[in-house]
């Protein structure tokens, strides 16, 4: 997809209350904030909108609040989408700690491949945007969409994610930025203004496809939401990812890491050198990689070079 080709809303308002009213989109799992982590896996959007209190934040974006102050999810949708230009706007919530930039490609695939006749397998035409049985769940995979559209595949005006109940989530959704304008426009004039509105209203009229994931729906509403994120990103599958994600943020970096190279090269330099010399080689590596651009062609050609020197180290003993 061509960078800025979407913008983003985020909601980071509202009480809380099950958290005991707590900062919600400032609580950390993985030692990052919930909000940050959201954006992070809308990095490349054009245009990225939080809806609610100003706080620190991972990356430059722009800040709303919904009219009246605590209007509900509709008027901050409202006071979000004011400010997008974009065709496409991705809709979240702040408390998504499992949402990656690989999902949020495939809610935006599942608009323009419709729309464009393009990625259409498994694509069918029904009525409304209600939840209907059939779609796989199968769980890690970024591409499981059931489309669902009175005007067939071609008047898709969203993609939602669903559940692992089979319930949507509009708030993990893509849409067309006009259809949206649109239902906004009318909740609107029939209700004399949205403070209020529950997101079923604004959603209902929209021709959705479904995006079954059930990892990336998980939100976190409670305590023990939070205590099963954190235990959930510290499963030996996960881990590393988590952790070289996390680092990568920290430091401000964007780079595709080949995390099993890296590896391999520490464990050479433990066995052949002796146990101290993998972080410190694979620290000269990341410094000499910087000092060539940094890109990951550099990474690559400095870890080849050390791990030959490594081999050629154990050869001599």
Same mark, same amino acid.
């Given at each position: 997809?061509?960078?800025?080709?979407?913008?983003?809303?985020?909601?980071?308002?509202?009480?809380?209350?099950?958290?005991?009213?707590?900062?919600?989109?400032?609580?950390?799992?993985?030692?990052?904030?919930?909000?940050?982590?959201?954006?992070?896996?809308?990095?490349?959007?054009?245009?990225?909108?939080?809806?609610?209190?100003?706080?620190?934040?991972?990356?430059?974006?722009?800040?709303?609040?919904?009219?009246?102050?605590?209007?509900?999810?509709?008027?901050?949708?409202? $006071?979000?989408?004011?400010?997008?230009?974009?065709?496409?706007?991705?809709?979240?919530? $702040?408390?998504?700690?499992?949402?990656?930039?690989?999902?949020?490609?495939?809610?935006?695939?599942?608009?323009?491949?419709?729309?464009?006749?393009?990625?259409?397998?498994?694509?069918?035409?029904?009525?409304?945007?209600?939840?209907?049985?059939?779609?796989?769940?199968?769980?890690?995979?970024?591409?499981?969409?059931?489309?669902?559209?009175?005007?067939?595949?071609?008047?898709?005006?969203?993609?939602?994610?669903?559940?692992?109940?089979?319930?949507?989530?509009?708030?993990?959704?893509?849409?067309?930025?006009?259809?949206?304008?649109?239902?906004?426009?009318?909740?609107?004039?029939?209700?004399?203004?949205?403070?209020?509105?529950?997101?079923?209203?604004?959603?209902?009229?929209?021709?959705?496809?479904?995006?079954?994931?059930?990892?990336?729906?998980?939100?976190?509403?409670?305590?023990?939401?939070?205590?099963?994120?954190?235990?959930?990103?510290?499963?030996?599958?996960?881990?590393?990812?988590?952790?070289?994600?996390?680092?990568?943020?920290?430091?401000?970096?964007?780079?595709?890491?080949?995390?099993?190279?890296?590896?391999?090269?520490?464990?050479?330099?433990?066995?052949?050198?002796?146990?101290?010399?993998?972080?410190?080689?694979?620290?000269?590596?990341?410094?000499?990689?910087?000092?060539?651009?940094?890109?990951?062609?550099?990474?690559?050609?400095?870890?080849?070079?050390?791990?030959?020197?490594?081999?050629?180290?154990?050869?001599?003993?």
């Amino acid at each position: 997809m061509t960078p800025g080709a979407y913008d983003a809303v985020i909601l980071a308002g509202g009480a809380a209350r099950r958290l005991g009213g707590v900062d919600k989109p400032a609580l950390r799992v993985g030692g990052r904030a919930l909000l940050d982590r959201v954006l992070d896996a809308c990095r490349g959007a054009g245009r990225t909108v939080v809806v609610g209190p100003r706080r620190p934040t991972v990356r430059p974006v722009r800040w709303a609040r919904e009219e009246p102050p605590g209007g509900g999810p509709v008027a901050a949708v409202d $006071a979000g989408v004011r400010q997008t230009t974009a065709p496409l706007v991705l809709v979240l919530s $702040a408390d998504l700690p499992f949402l990656t930039p690989e999902t949020v490609r495939a809610l935006l695939d599942g608009i323009e491949g419709a729309g464009g006749g393009q990625g259409t397998e498994g694509v069918r035409a029904t009525g409304g945007s209600q939840a209907t049985e059939g779609t796989d769940a199968t769980e890690g995979t970024d591409a499981t969409v059931g489309i669902q559209a009175t005007g067939g595949v071609q008047g898709i005006e969203g993609t939602v994610l669903i559940d692992s109940d089979g319930r949507e989530q509009p708030l993990v959704a893509a849409y067309r930025a006009e259809p949206l304008r649109r239902e906004i426009a009318l909740l609107a004039t029939e209700h004399g203004g949205l403070g209020g509105l529950p997101l079923r209203l604004l959603v209902s009229e929209l021709a959705l496809a479904r995006l079954h994931h059930p990892t990336a729906s998980f939100d976190c509403d409670t305590w023990e939401d939070i205590t099963t994120a954190r235990a959930r990103i510290r499963e030996h599958g996960h881990v590393l990812d988590e952790w070289i994600a996390a680092v990568k943020a920290e430091l401000g970096i964007d780079l595709d890491v080949d995390t099993a190279a890296l590896l391999d090269l520490a464990r050479d330099a433990a066995h052949g050198v002796a146990r101290p010399a993998a972080p410190l080689t694979t620290f000269l590596v990341g410094y000499a990689a910087a000092q060539k651009g940094g890109g990951p062609e550099e990474l690559a050609a400095a870890t080849e070079k050390a791990a030959a020197l490594a081999a050629r180290w154990a050869e001599e003993q």
